[in-house]
């Protein structure tokens, strides 16, 4: 399992949306606090999220307390930032790797950039006229290609009944 997290998540919508992608992946999803985002069970259900019981989440109160977890993880964590010089498809991740993703508006601070090495900082080329990606799409794209390059996907996966790979629009 892959462990996506959210340094200080400011839309409640990408949240949503990413939250939703773990679910699909099976990937765990950590929030770093303190962030503005409700997410009790009131707002939860007013959101209509009706997949969030199906979520591995965790919700930790600070950086401190998250990095505390992420140090006594097994897994190797990936700083997604914009400015890394190593290309998102490049690492070798494994299971019970960390991809760490900094908030909208503020992306991740510098002391937390001083805790990845070169080759831990990964990010998406850009080579359209555009000047960043949404959080959700750029979570998605890099835990595809991580749970990928993991070997991760189910062998036995098979396409459910009534699936038209190629009538999907």
Known sequence: M???????PIIPQNVGNIARTCVGMDAHLHIIGP??????????????LDYWDDLTLTQHDSPEAFFKWADESAGTMYAVTKFATTRF????????????FGSEREGLPPEVHKRFE???????????AVRSYNLANTVAITLAVA???????????????GYIAENTF
Not at 2 to 8: D, G, N, T
Not at 35 to 48: E, F, M, P
């Open 89 to 100: 498809d490049k690492p070798a991740y494994r299971d019970n790797d960390i991809l760490l």
């Open 35 to 48: 962030t503005i985002v409700d997410l009790s069970d009131k707002a939860v259900k007013r959101a209509g």
């Open 118 to 128: 070169p080759e831990q900082k990964i990010a998406i080329p850009i080579p359209g």
């Open 2 to 8: 892959i462990h996506i997290a959210l340094y200080q």
């Open 147 to 161: 749970m990928s390059n993991a070997e991760l996907w189910p062998s036995d996966w098979a396409p459910k009944d």
